[in-house]
Each structure stands twice: as C-alpha cells, then as structure tokens.
Nanobody, 118 residues
Framework: QVKFVESGGGLVQPGGSLRLSCQAS????????VGWYRQGPEKERALVVA???????EYGDVEKDRFTISKDNAENTVYLQINDLKPEETAVYYC????????????WGEGTQVTVSS
C-alpha cells in the first residue's frame, strides 16, 4: 500500500493554528483522493476532510470554516490548515488514500500529534 508521512503537529494553545503536511510515497495526489483523519483519546478514527485528485472536497463532522485542505501535486503532498483549534480536537492526525467509497486504502502511518492545551 502507499505510505504517508505526516508532520506539522505540536502543542498549541486554544485558538491557535497549525498547518499539517502529508507526503505520499508515490505521485498519487493528482489522481486519487487523500483524506485527513484524526483519532483522539477514547475516540474512533474519523475523517476530517478529504481532497480528490480533481480537487473535490469531502468533509467529516467538522466546522468547515476552520479546516482548509490543499495539495501540491508536484510534491505529492496534502496539507491541512486548522484554525482556532479547540482542546477537544487534540488527537493524532493521519492521512491516507481513499477510494470512491471513502475506504482508506493505504497503510496507516504514525500520524502527527496535535495537542491543544493551555
């Protein structure tokens, strides 16, 4: 399966912002959908937002205005800008390729930890 390396997480105060990066192991972002997921403590992994090869976006149960997904096909990288972070959004954030039905197809990477705390 395609591999992904997530980065950009860290400790931020409530209301802060982060830009996460997801680099795929192959040149797939121009063709396939890639989604950002998160899994917080005692929570199931859930979709945050995904972007297709043709820039169609699909959102999970999030506030759309605070989550912006983008990509650089030349770098085979997908980004997630999160603004006004809230403590309950503390989680490990992952990215993965998705098929048309929303199934994650790649191997899950290590993710990047986002901790929102005062």
């Amino acid at each position: 399966q395609v591999k992904f390396v997530e980065s950009g997480g860290g400790l931020v105060q409530p209301g802060g912002s982060l830009r996460l990066s997801c680099q795929a192991s192959g040149y797939i972002t121009s063709v396939y959908a890639v989604g950002w997921y998160r899994q917080g403590p005692e929570k199931e992994r859930a979709l945050v937002v995904a972007i297709s090869g043709w820039d169609e976006k699909e959102y999970g149960d999030v506030e759309k205005d605070r989550f912006t997904i983008s990509k650089d096909n030349a770098e085979n990288t997908v980004y997630l800008q999160i603004n006004d972070l809230k403590p309950e959004e503390t989680a490990v954030y992952y990215c993965n390729r998705r098929n048309s039905g929303g199934r994650a197809l790649g191997a899950w990477g290590e993710g990047t930890q986002v901790t929102v705390s005062s």
